[in-house]
């Protein structure tokens, strides 16, 4: 989907031609999507020709003027709705009354742009329309293909990467008019600050990949016999530069090598999800334990630590996706949210289940259970 179509239904030739000409050039691009999206401009000078091209070419986001000639722009709208066509709709107007607003967005109107607005603000909207209308597409698709996909799970995460570009947008605006002066150091914070929410966000799409590996039911590897000793070593060794920084010491506990017939990347998602967890949620000077057994018909992996625990409402949520406890505690560290319904679901998989018990202050302890 490199192209979308875009219909703009304005009476006023200027704005039509402003429109094209804004967009013309224009391409929107996520870190989320393979190619950047460009556009392909439609115009119509009333509802009635509005409505002849939606039903000829099928645009994915129509661009509508309230004030027409003939029909209105919010019949088109309510024409839109009762023949379900598949569109979304941004309404241009120079009357953005309250009352109109209300009406229209009622009536599926998905955007505002009250006239006049400035290519900035145009390509604003159009950039956020498209991500609707990739994320909509990616839903359908893989309804197509039996994939299940929450609807709310997209929702949130157009949301969750919604707020990371926001800011780096307003990051690179500061620094494109300067506003900080013409030294270069004044904006270390700046790029500090943009180069994190590039990281989280990373983190998320990364999430995210497992996420749909796992609801689809692929795997790519074949089951083996995984050393799980090896994959919690190498699960501490990622950890290692944070664990220093926080000044948290990281222990694994097993008696002997522990072998399992598993695929090795569901094993590293349980070790990484808990011992990042663990060191993440610690506190400063902390400790960590991670300790394997091996039972008679289950392996037992527990991951405790002593920082700064979760109370019962905290335990009740975090197995759901983008469930983060927001505190003083938790404000400076950064996740999405995703990485312990990650690891539930791939515990699942082994016929196994997590435990959780904490205790706010003093520290939480996983205890993971698989069937042998
Ligand atoms: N060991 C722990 N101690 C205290 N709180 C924890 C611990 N592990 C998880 N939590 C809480 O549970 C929430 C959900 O954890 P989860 O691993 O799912 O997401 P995250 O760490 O925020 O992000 P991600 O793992 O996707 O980077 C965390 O935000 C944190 O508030
Ligand atoms: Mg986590």
Not at 79 to 94: A, F, G, Q, Y
Not at 299 to 326: A, C, L, P, Q, W
Not at 354 to 364: E, L, R, Y
């Amino acid at each position: 989907m490199a192209t979308l179509k875009i219909l703009v239904v304005d009476d006023e030739p200027g704005i039509r031609s402003g429109v094209s000409r804004i967009l013309r050039d224009f391409k929107a691009d996520f870190p989320f999507i393979d190619e950047p999206i460009g556009y392909e401009i439609h115009e119509a000078e009333s509802g009635e020709e509005a409505i002849e091209i939606i039903l000829k070419h099928n645009p994915e986001i129509i661009l509508l003027d309230n004030k027409l000639p003939g029909i209105q722009g919010i019949e088109v709208l309510e024409w839109i709705k009762k023949n379900n066509i598949d569109t979304l709709v941004v309404m241009i107007t120079s009357y953005a009354s309250l009352e109109l607003a209300v009406k229209a967005t009622r009536d599926g109107a998905h955007d505002f742009v009250p006239k006049p607005f400035t290519p900035q603000e145009l390509r604003a909207s159009i950039e956020n329309s498209s991500k609707h209308v990739f994320l909509r597409k990616m839903t359908q698709q893989m309804h197509k293909e039996g994939k299940q996909i929450r609807f709310q799970f997209l929702t949130v995460l157009s949301h969750e990467l919604k707020a990371p570009l926001n800011a780096i947008e307003g990051y690179l605006q500061i620094m494109q008019e300067k506003q900080l002066g013409e030294e270069i150091s004044a904006y270390d914070k700046v790029i500090d600050r943009s180069l994190e929410r590039i990281t989280g966000m990373r983190n998320l799409i990364l999430d995210m990949l497992d996420l749909t590996r796992l609801e689809s039911g692929k795997t790519v590897q074949k089951k083996e016999m995984v050393v799980l000793n090896d994959i919690a070593r190498n699960a501490i060794d990622i950890m290692r530069p944070y664990a220093i920084q926080k000044d948290v010491d990281v222990y694994l506990n097993a008696s002997k090598r522990i072998s399992y017939l598993a695929y090795p990347d569901e094993m590293e998602i349980i070790f990484n999800n808990l011992i990042s967890n663990a060191v993440k949620y610690n506190i400063q000077g902390g400790r960590v334990d991670c300790m394997i057994r091996e039972e008679d018909s289950t392996i037992e992996i527990t991951v405790s630590d002593t920082g700064i625990g979760m109370n019962e409402e905290g335990i009740e949520n975090i197995f759901h996706d983008f469930y983060r406890i927001k505190n003083q505690e938790t404000r400076k560290v950064s996740g999405s949210g995703l990485g312990l319904s990650i690891l539930k679901k791939t515990v699942e998989l082994y016929e196994g289940n997590v435990d959780v018990s904490s205790v706010p202050g003093k520290g939480t302890t996983f205890t993971v259970k698989l069937k042998k």
